[in-house]
């Protein structure tokens, strides 16, 4: 149904791009398996998941996918009862660790999507397991010494062991007296036993068992009888130390063989959520919308882009099948023709398929259940096919195949490469015959006939691509209803071809066709006049548009403005109130217990005093609007000013308009030039600096990386600096951000995840992607 238009229209092309954007190998296989399909309740679900996706995306500064693997097979090794190596489990760790996060992504949104957090709600949460594995297995896939007691003891005897018998190869090597027999003062290891190298005349010297010799012969190998039998005992613990090792293992196996269809579940999730985040990806960085989807087969495309054009893409707006079933495109070559029947074609390919396309909102895709392309001159020289032969070989197969309007016919050059006359006949019967089956058609062609067949068949539209007979280059426009004009003539003029030549070409074509394309020419000039006067009006319009938000803008300001001084008013007044009852009761009090010959002289001391404050309470309110305020021309940027109605001085920003913006401390402030006046310029002495060197935390904030690397720190050292660190990420106001703590021992990166788990200020955090870093990084997300 599909295979042909998926190759013509290049729909692969669009999978790789989604592929780069999936981030587990299971996604990617998904990715590559999307094709269109044709059950219109499906095709909404699988947009509705795409939205979901984009609104996540949107909203989330990370989609916590990183330690997701391919764990398949080792699932399937550890259900027929397969020891799984200590990498396979510390993959299916990270796994789980994975599944947890990505469930409490999806369900603490608290949004209203549905599909994806009832997806996160069915991932598996085996947080014993989890922790078992971590506990057990190291960064590197190696089994940690605290996976049971017995290991650390058995590992701790073979350190005791291996340092004996060195020790005492080692006092061998580096006695003087055989320093003269040794090839080197070495102690070297050969089938994992530890011996000396001894030179080959010197063999009776040393007995022992000889393991290896060089490749001279010069040298042997021999492990000395005095350390035999410590040799012996150090194979016999490293060989239970192997043995406890696969028991735990083989332990740790059982464990997730008991879980293996829950993890298969999760992993089939997971990967169908990282095809949904790809496709998310995908549209938000192509601009994507989701369209509204009807089997009516009404295709409504607004300002749609062809997704795999690069640079300054000019977008096109085509509607088919509501007042019209088949659309006739004419105008010159490269003008963007075919462009606008693959946009067609593939746009609703991708729709069918679950993504979303490069159009503005609103726009409309049928689904169909057949689409039929013929694009591109496919001649066969194998098959001894001419350029003709081979677009009607495939018109047949079409003709076949179209049957009623669940079919989209894509037809390029119809009836090229033949008579023209005979070409825009069959031309015409093949339209004819799919319009009156309602195959949705959308057909390009440089014939006049099929112009004017067009122009008179109801139910079939004129379209044309524009092209500027003045730059001589195309616009790429799309204009529907009306028919295009090859502009043959006008072109030869331009490119120098005499006018007796152009004159006389002219008088070969009949006086009806002369008057249509001059016609066709006069609507062009009319229409191109019509588009700038509505541009004109449009600008008009957007600037009306863009002071009346500015007014209001500016009337809710004010409004904000007004009620911020009222309440600090209200504040100021209540505060009046208060003093001047604690004021009050002062005075009554010392009248109180005051003698009588005091009583005077404490009352004429309060009436001063309320004086004085009735006076100053007067001058803060009193607003004075001296004469000779200062003038538009007298302002300057720099200068300093005061507002007589805030009581406030500030320095000149910006000037205009009768307007000045003054800043006032840490506010900026609009205010009229009447209401300023100058003020003397004060020498302020320069505040001494709190420190010579360092940066302040605007600085920090400014300058701060959104990663940190503790690789060759010591614990101590590490979470020092992380601590640091972390607090001028929180003044940066970071969201996020990766700490480097490379893989080694574990131990530091223990140590680091221990320090996140504790921190109130952590979200989460999680292994860095791949890319990123994996095992040897950790990404850690803030709380907001």
Known sequence: MFERAVKTLEFNKIISKVEEYAATVMGKELVRELRPLTDLTAIREAQQITSEAVQLLTESDRVPLGGVFDIRDSLKKASIGGILTAQELLEIGSTLRGSRLMREFLTGTGNSLTILPEWGGRLAVLPGLEKELERCLGPEGEVLDSASPKLRSLRSQLKVYQNRVRDKLESIVKSSENSKYLQEPIVSIRNDRYVIPVKQEYRALFPGIVHDQSASGATLFIEPLAVVELNNQLRII????????????????????????????????????????????????????????????????????????????????????????????????????????????????????????????????????????DIGDEQSIEQSLSTFSSHLTQIVKIIEGATGPDCLVLLDELGAGTDPTEGAALAMSILTHLHQLEVRTVATTHYSELKAFAYKTEGICNAAVEFDIETLRPTYRLLTGLPGSSQAFEIALKLGLPEFLVRNARSYISAEEAKVEEMLKQIEIDRKKARQDRMAIEADRQKIEKDRRRYEEELAKFQREKEELLRQARLEAREVLLEARRESENLLRRLRESPPEQLTEIVNTARQKIGAELESLEAKTTVTQPEGGLKAEDLRVGMRVKSRSLDQTGTVLEIGNGEAVVQMGVIKANLAVGDLEPVAEEKVKPARPLRKSGTTGLETAQKISAEISLRGMTIDEGLYQLDKYFDQAIMAGLNRFRVIHGKGTGALRKAVHQYLKENPMVKSFAFAEQNEGGLGATVVELKR
Request: proline fraction near 4%; charge should be neutral.
């Open 238 to 373: 490293e060989a239970e130390t192997v043995e406890e090792v696969n028991r735990i293992l083989k332990e740790l196996s059982g464990k997730v063989k008991e879980i293996a269809d829950q993890l298969r579940t999760a992993l089939d999730i997971l990967a169908r959520l990282d095809l949904a985040f790809a496709k998310g990806r995908y549209s938000l960085n192509s601009g994507g919308v989701e369209p509204l989807l009807n089997s009516d087969g009404e295709i409504k495309l607004l300002n749609a882009k062809h997704p795999l054009l690069t640079g300054e893409v000019v977008p096109i707006t085509v509607s088919l099948g509501e007042a019209y079933h088949t659309l006739v495109i004419t105008g010159p070559n490269t003008g963007g023709k075919t462009v606008t029947l693959k946009t067609i074609g593939l746009l609703t390919l991708m729709a069918q398929s679950g993504l979303h396309i490069p159009a503005d909102s609103g726009s409309k895709i049928a689904v169909f259940n057949k689409v039929f392309c």
